[in-house]
């Protein structure tokens, strides 16, 4: 079962993430560019998880991270979390 994305930023803190980064950043329009994308593949997720069980990780938390990776030369999962 698909998980959904809920933003959860300020369940622990308060102060958000979006604080840290710079209004000009390009990270910003890079994240506006993929949700976007990924909005219109909604469908296509819907269809390829499962209705019933667990919910998973939402696909779009999964690739946000893994173009997070590639911008940022990180090599791993576990950096990923370090950094």
């Given at each position: 079962?698909?998980?959904?994305?809920?933003?959860?930023e300020?369940?622990?803190?308060y102060?958000?993430?979006?604080?840290?980064?710079?209004?000009?950043?390009?990270?910003?329009?890079i994240?506006k560019?993929a949700d976007?994308?990924l909005a219109?593949?909604?469908?296509?997720?819907?269809?390829?998880?499962?209705s019933?069980g667990r919910?998973?990780?939402p696909?779009?938390?999964l690739l946000?991270?893994?173009l997070l990776?590639i911008?940022y030369?990180?090599?791993?999962?576990r950096?990923?979390v370090e950094?």
């Amino acid at each position: 079962m698909r998980g959904e994305d809920n933003k959860t930023e300020a369940l622990f803190t308060y102060v958000t993430p979006e604080s840290f980064v710079p209004k000009d950043h390009p990270l910003r329009s890079i994240r506006k560019m993929a949700d976007d994308a990924l909005a219109g593949m909604d469908k296509l997720f819907d269809s390829i998880y499962a209705s019933a069980g667990r919910p998973s990780i939402p696909p779009e938390k999964l690739l946000k991270a893994q173009l997070l990776m590639i911008l940022y030369s990180i090599r791993s999962n576990r950096q990923l979390v370090e950094q």
